[in-house]
Nanobody, 120 residues
Framework: QLQASGGGLVQAGGSLRLSCAVT????????MGWYRQPPGKQRELAAL???????NYADSVKGRFTISRDNAKKTVGLQMNNLKPEDTAVYYC????????????????WGQGTQVTVSS
């Protein structure tokens, strides 16, 4: 089970941090991270990190977002800096047993979603 927290309303140029806690067992090889769904659009990749610390970012967030993990706490975080109005979306934590994959259909477990709103 995944429990996401963070999010909220921020002005353009501001920062927010999302966190996702995993309960239960974690497979030794796994990938977790964040997808987002802007209003009226499909869910898209934001950032992912594998159990070997390989990361994958959407081009639109590179240089602004940083994904990290805390193995002891079984959490994954997403530090979002220099936020833009186009970052407005519901952000979903995702988890899959296995190596890095970028298709959302390859993720088995999803958090409840947290709203991020960036005002201009």
């Amino acid at each position: 089970q995944l429990q996401a927290s963070g999010g909220g309303l921020v002005q353009a140029g501001g920062s927010l941090r999302l966190s996702c806690a995993v309960t239960g067992n974690i497979f030794r090889v796994h990938t977790m991270g964040w997808y987002r769904q802007p209003p009226g659009k499909q869910r898209e990749l934001a950032a992912l990190i594998s159990s070997s610390n390989f990361t994958n970012y959407a081009d639109s967030v590179k240089g602004r977002f940083t994904i990290s993990r805390d193995n002891a706490k079984k959490t994954v975080g997403l530090q979002m800096n220099n936020l833009k109005p186009e970052d407005t979306a519901v952000y979903y934590c995702a988890f899959r047993p296995g190596g890095m994959a970028t298709m959302k259909d390859q993720y088995d477990y999803w958090g409840q979603g947290t709203q991020v709103t960036v005002s201009s």
